[in-house]
């Protein structure tokens, strides 16, 4: 079963469903592809124990948005340990801040990021991924413009319908060799 994770930006703490309303969009256009939860970008031990707990067969995918895709990043370094736990697919946008994000480990097998080559508001944003599977997409518009953007939304709802679609696929018999 694919299980989808958005972890939202924020400021403070408890601000990421205020601050996040085009992630909260994106959630909800999601729904017809698995399981969809989203968190705030403080909560990402509460994220690292969830998927931690899953079937091991499920297909999990990690989306981040300002702070949240620094914390998803944090995610796949604790389930990275002891028993490493494959993500399917993280998927940051704009992460932030810059300084404090983590080297994707091999348990990432794809990673997507939409980063900011000019953040726009207060150095948010404009964070890169790194690891040996990402795939950074440029893009250049205000730090909370990012989280609106339908070109990006069509690309992420693209690649996870790629990702479930290979899920059913691998279950149907019918489209088996």
Same mark, same amino acid.
């Given at each position: 079963?694919?299980?989808?994770? $958005? @972890? *939202?930006? &924020?400021?403070? /703490? ?14 909800? +256009? ?29 297909? $999990? @995918? *990690?989306? &981040?948005?300002? /702070? ?14 002891? +028993? ?94």
């Amino acid at each position: 079963m694919l299980k989808v994770f $958005i @972890v *939202l930006g &924020g400021l403070t /703490g408890p601000d990421g469903y205020a601050v996040s309303p085009g992630m909260l969009t994106l959630a909800y +256009r999601l729904t017809p592809f698995g399981q969809i939860t989203t968190y705030r970008w403080t909560s990402h031990r509460e994220v690292t124990r969830d998927i931690a707990h899953l079937d091991p067969n499920d297909k $999990i @995918v *990690l989306i &981040g948005y300002s /702070g949240g895709g620094f914390a998803i990043t944090r995610v796949a370094d604790q389930l990275n340990r002891n +028993r490493p736990r494959k993500i399917d697919l993280l998927i940051a946008y704009d992460p932030s801040p810059t300084w404090s994000m983590k080297s994707l480990g091999r348990n990432v097998a794809k990673a997507i990021c939409y980063c900011n080559s000019m953040p726009f508001m207060l150095g948010l944003g404009g964070a890169e991924l790194r690891g040996e599977s990402v795939e950074t997409i440029p893009i250049y518009e205000h730090h909370l413009a990012v989280q609106f953007d339908e070109g990006l939304h069509g690309r992420t709802i693209a690649e996870i319908e790629k990702l479930a679609n290979a899920d059913t696929d691998q279950n149907d018999p019918v489209k088996q060799p």
